[in-house]
């Protein structure tokens, strides 16, 4: 290609005054000599162009191919009915169709949901990073390949420096429908033992107007009910226990609904204990009543009740009660009236000295078979006649006492049993055998029920520790009372603070510290879920892992602890995502709980229009109602209209790379110094010969 170039030798605005002085000089010229002025005219323009140093250029120039981008909406709303097929036949398509372009590089870029956060579909940020290196005007076209539910959609397209068409094919139906529910009062707090209000609302496209909204409570259904549709409505739950109670509110699908991910929330509250409530007889005074009384006290969370006895079971002078005790003890008031306001009762060290009725002790076997909690602290006196194992709580007991006291110095050991129980594993000091722990020096020798394994042993093997469940409650049996000896650090002591608060907190139904549990969270890292299985079996299941769209897999846990099982994934989908391990189900919510993706799942060929219609390009839904899919001719048009009905335009540019470049100067060398020469010679003659006829 041969072009002509300027490289002056002179600045262009001196040579611009060169050339007004030259004109100047050539306009007075002609008026003072006429036509012989032209020949000086010629000269000075001459020496103007050799100033400005003229060239010829020869390029050799390959010619490159335009770039069409095609960007693949890939993000979750894209996911749902017919839209992942149908993506996938025109991306299949349009690649094809590309390859008849010769002149046209097409540029596929697949855009997944955000990695972070919750910023929806981010197209025109991923076609501004997939274009970057692309000169404006080596950009052909852009064709965006999704469900038009776009949320970065720019002012213009000249604010990302775009000067091409913009053509829009959307998946998706003009006819969908779809029904969802959306938490308004969602409380992420409540108090055990209370009812909570929930406010929801239902909302759906091509609906009946009414739905069935299920209620579940830590995946048992609790209630269900038919709500108008499009109106706020309440729910009423109550805070079972501390830990996460997880709420899960389902509505009932349309038939041809478009998708059942948002047919769900799941809403995990909370629960946290007003005060937990604790009764604390002891029989008689003692070493170790201090430390429960202790432990007890020091946390301000627990509104402790305390009694003791003081006539222990030897002392029978016919002294009445009440003038032994400087409180009356309102036996009626605590094991009658105001019973199931406790949490925990705990008896410690006491001796059945008829103070207690049997109907009362009737009660108790009732209060923990609905629920309650029992420890039974067990000193010397437990293995007597006077035993809380001769009672009526004999049937919810763990253990059974033969009669027999041992005493002497013995480890607390934790049973093989013990080592995988929340409460007893890993306790500072166990790490070591014998435990780096001090003596114990008493234990009740006893004989556990059939099918309850003692956590901890003492002297001889005998049980020390000793938990059953009853129907809803819970029993705990200690058959030593020198967990004291800890505390006060006999032999450097032991971990007594750990245990006696493990213990209660397992009786009060704790979530943590579940004997077969299942919890997902959130690593931090980026999409990664950590699950955990506690179990008292040897090995874990393989855990169920269900995504939002469906898609399931299996992960399968390693030991990280005795009766403790880990492991990880990395979440593909934003949402809601379900864990099963055996009879265990768990919730995870990866990204924030109500996805922008999900919040509006209906296809749209507005929001992109304006756009389209500004650059000259086009905007048309791609899916038809039988299944198939209808995708446009892709023509190269050098001018005029960039669609129509049946076909989308590209507008090429001619652009090319230089090989190389040839300079060829016109005003330096030889013959331009000859030419001048020349015309300076010529100038002279001629005006010589007329000045001398004019002598």
């Known amino acids: 290609m041969l072009s002509l170039s300027f490289t002056p030798l002179l600045p262009w605005p001196v040579l611009a005054g060169l050339g007004v002085l030259v004109l100047l000089f050539i306009v007075l010229a002609f008026l003072a000599r006429g036509r012989t002025a032209a020949l000086r005219a010629l000269v000075l323009a001459l020496v103007l162009a050799a100033l400005a140093n003229p060239a010829l250029v020869r390029e050799d120039r390959e010619p490159v191919k335009d770039v069409a981008a095609v960007i693949v909406d890939r993000s979750g709303s894209q996911a749902l009915g017919d839209r992942p097929a149908v993506t996938d036949r025109v991306r299949a398509e349009l690649q094809r169709r590309f390859g008849a372009l010769t002149n046209i590089e097409p540029r596929f870029i697949d855009v997944p949901d955000a990695r972070e956060g919750d910023d929806g579909t981010k197209l025109f940020t991923a076609l501004g990073q997939a274009l970057a290196d692309v000169p404006p005007e080596r950009l052909a076209g852009v064709v965006m390949l999704t469900d038009g539910v776009v949320h970065d959609i720019p002012a213009s397209l000249a604010a990302l420096g775009i000067k091409a068409p913009l053509h829009v094919l959307v998946t998706g139906h003009a006819d969908e429908r779809d029904r969802q529910i959306r938490l308004l009062e969602a409380p992420r707090f409540g108090i055990v033992g209370r009812d909570l209000s929930i406010r929801a609302e239902v909302m759906e496209r091509g609906g009946t107007g009414n739905a069935v ?14 709500v108008p ?38 809403l995990p509250i909370e629960g946290i204990r007003e005060k937990l409530r604790v009764l604390l007889v002891s029989g008689e005074p003692h070493q170790g ?34 003038e032994l005790s400087l409180i009356a003890f309102p036996t009626r008031e605590l094991f009658v009236q105001k019973i199931k306001d406790f949490d925990l009762i705990i008896f410690d060290r006491y001796a059945n000295q008829s103070v207690l009725p049997s109907a009362y002790f009737d009660n108790i076997v009732r209060y923990v078979r609905e629920g309650g909690a029992l420890l039974i602290a067990a000193g010397p006196e437990f293995a007597g006649p006077a035993s809380l194992a001769r009672t009526r709580l004999a049937g919810i007991l763990p ?21 995988r129980h929340p409460v007893t594993r890993a306790l500072p000091g166990s790490e ?5 722990w001090g003596d114990w020096l008493r234990i009740v020798s006893a004989q556990t029920r059939p099918g309850i394994q003692p956590i901890l042993s003492g002297a001889d093997d005998l ?72 179990t008292m079996a040897e090995a874990a299941e393989p855990v169920t892992v269900t995504g939002p769209t469906g898609s399931a897999r299996t992960l399968t846990l390693g030991p990280s602890e005795p009766g403790l099982f880990s492991g990880t994934f990395e979440a593909t989908e934003l949402g809601l995502h379900t864990l099963r391990s055996g009879p265990l189900v768990a919730f995870v919510s990866v990204g924030p709980p109500n996805p922008r993706e999900l919040a509006d799942v209906f296809s ?35 001018g005029g209209r960039l669609s129509g009905a049946d076909w989308i335009g590209f507008r090429p540019s001619d652009s090319a790379n230089i090989r190389g470049v040839e300079v060829y100067p016109l005003a330096l060398g030889l013959v331009a110094l000859a030419l001048l020469a020349a015309a300076v010679l010529t100038m002279w003659l001629v005006e010589g010969r007329r000045g001398g006829r004019a002598a």
């Open 604 to 638: 749209d060929t507005e929001r992109l229009k304006p756009l389209s219609d500004a650059s000259g390009g086009s905007i048309r839904r791609v899916s038809e109602s039988g299944g198939g899919v209808q995708v446009p001719r892709l023509q190269s048009v050098r």
């Open 432 to 436: 070591s055998t014998p435990p780096a």
């Open 229 to 266: 549709t499009g109106q706020p409505f309440a729910l009423t739950t109550r805070i079972e226990h501390g830990g996460p109670n997880v709420v899960e509110i389902e509505v009932e699908p349309l038939p041809g609904e478009l998708t059942t991910i948002n047919n769900r929330a799941v």
């Open 463 to 534: 049980p020390l520790l000793a938990l059953a469940r009853e129907d809803k409650g819970r029993v705990a049996l200690l058959l030593s009372d020198h967990a004291w000896l800890w505390a006060r650090g006999y032999q450097e002591g032991g971990p007594h603070l750990d245990l006696l608060r493990r213990l209660a907190h397992w009786l009060m139904k704790e979530p943590a510290l579940e004997e077969e549990a299942l919890r997902a969270q959130m690593t931090g890292r980026g999409r990664e879920v950590r699950v955990e299985r506690q």
């Open 213 to 226: 909204v299920t209620v579940r409570r830590d995946g048992e259904e609790i209630g269900r009910r038919t």
């Open 399 to 419: 253990g059974d006492p033969n009669g027999r006291v041992v005493e002497h110095p013995y480890k607390a050991m934790p049973t093989p049993t013990g080592r």
């Open 289 to 322: 009543e201090r430390t429960w009384r202790n432990l007890l006290k020091s946390d301000a969370n627990v509104d402790l009740v305390h009694f003791t006895i003081l006539r222990p079971p030897e002392k029978q002078d016919g002294t009445p009660i009440s």
